[in-house]
């Protein structure tokens, strides 16, 4: 059974920071794309970050680039998302996301909602 557990979630001050964390089972983690999107209220579901599976490599919304630092441990099969400098259009429900990019599967989480407000 594919599972995606966000934590880490919370209400935060204009400029703090958080970190996200997401733990995977149920599918073989390290061949999936693990990323990060958020999704604010009436707006749609946007991506934040993402790390490949194979290689290394990050992309990021421009407008979270220099605030945000995805990471994974394909032995603790997590991901975490270091967020910086937050703003209060950061606010949102973050989910996190496993892709198999041969198009084998593609699971979410449940999210964790993210306010930044003083």
């Known amino acids: 059974q594919v599972q995606l557990v966000e934590s880490g979630g919370g209400l935060v001050q204009p400029g703090g920071s958080l970190r996200l964390s997401c733990a995977a089972s149920?599918?073989?983690?390290?061949?999936?794309?693990m990323s990060w999107y958020r999704q604010a209220p009436g707006k749609e579901r946007q991506l934040v970050a993402a790390?490949?599976?194979?290689?290394?490599?990050?992309t990021y919304a421009v407008s979270v680039k220099g605030r945000f630092t995805i990471s994974r441990d394909n032995a603790k099969r997590t991901v975490h998302l270091q967020m910086n400098n937050l703003k209060s259009e950061d606010t949102a429900v973050y989910y996190c996301?496993?892709?198999?990019?041969?198009?084998?599967?593609?699971?979410w989480g449940q999210g964790t909602q993210v306010t930044v407000s003083s």
């Open positions: 996301n496993a892709r198999e990019p041969l198009g084998r599967g593609d699971y």
């Open positions: 149920g599918f073989t983690f390290s061949t999936y794309v």
């Open positions: 790390f490949s599976n194979f290689g290394g490599s990050t």
